[in-house]
């Protein structure tokens, strides 16, 4: 299994708090995302990152924000929760762009704003 | 509206059988991988195909890239419990990010 590990697995927090969700990778991929999933839309992605410091949005990158100061580090922040924002979020790397190589997956965060 | 329908949303058979998974689009994809994903884990790639018309066959699962490069099938043949899981189909348009499916949930019961 690739060397990816999300924390925390999960987390139940309150409408209005801010949230960080932390990824960590120990194969030297360049490339790290974050998607979201839910029931009936399968995997959307919400940021992704290219290298140290080079992020770019995905199709569902409202109310979120990331950031990538180390290599193996890809970290996802939710500003002010909202219950839309409950969900299952699963950290993905690859070595080169989404769909010339494989995405390799860890365990998902599951993510309840209450 | 997703760019990638994946039919049917949910099927369950038993240990034996064979079933066929449908990917379909009206885009044309560079590529389209299927992964298949089990309750608590996250998504792992079973294969990319490139190619329009191309096969490949992983053990029992047989995958295929349409002609047009719109549409993908997944068959199982002979299915195990083992095979129980969620299955996604993977599309990448060229010059845009990889898009998924929404998912078939294939059940086998012994």
């Known amino acids: 299994d690739a060397g990816i590990t999300q924390s925390p697995r999960h987390k139940v927090t309150e409408t209005g708090t801010p949230v960080t969700l932390r990824c960590h990778q120990t194969?030297?991929?360049?490339?790290m995302y974050w998607y979201r999933q839910d029931p009936g839309h399968g995997l959307r992605l919400i940021h992704y990152?290219?290298?140290?410091?080079?992020?770019d949005k995905g199709e569902v990158s409202d109310g979120y924000s990331v950031s990538r100061s180390k290599t193996e580090d890809f970290l996802l922040t939710l500003e002010s929760a909202t219950s839309s924002q409950t969900s299952v979020y699963f950290c993905?790397?690859?070595?080169?762009?989404?769909?010339?190589?494989?995405?390799?997956f860890g365990n998902g965060t599951r993510l309840t704003v209450t | 509206t997703q760019l990638l329908e994946q039919s049917p949303q949910f099927l369950s058979i038993q240990e034996g059988e064979n079933l066929t998974v449908y990917c379909n689009s009206s885009?044309?994809?560079?590529?389209l991988q299927w992964y298949r994903q089990e309750p608590g884990e996250g998504p792992v790639l079973l294969v990319t195909?490139?190619?329009?018309?191309e096969v490949k066959k992983l053990k029992r699962l047989t995958f295929q890239f349409g002609d047009a490069r719109k549409d993908s099938s997944l068959h199982i043949t002979a299915a195990q419990p083992g095979d129980t899981g969620l299955y996604l189909c993977?599309?990448?348009?060229?010059?845009?990010?990889?898009?998924f499916g929404a998912g078939t949930i294939l059940r086998v019961k012994s």
């Open positions: 993905a790397i690859s070595e080169g762009p989404s769909g010339n190589s494989p995405l390799h």
């Open positions: 194969e030297n991929h360049r490339y």
């Open positions: 990152s290219y290298g140290v410091k080079d992020t």
């Open positions: 885009s044309v994809f560079s590529s």
């Open positions: 195909v490139v190619t329009g018309g």
């Open positions: 993977a599309g990448k348009r060229y010059g845009n990010k990889l898009v």
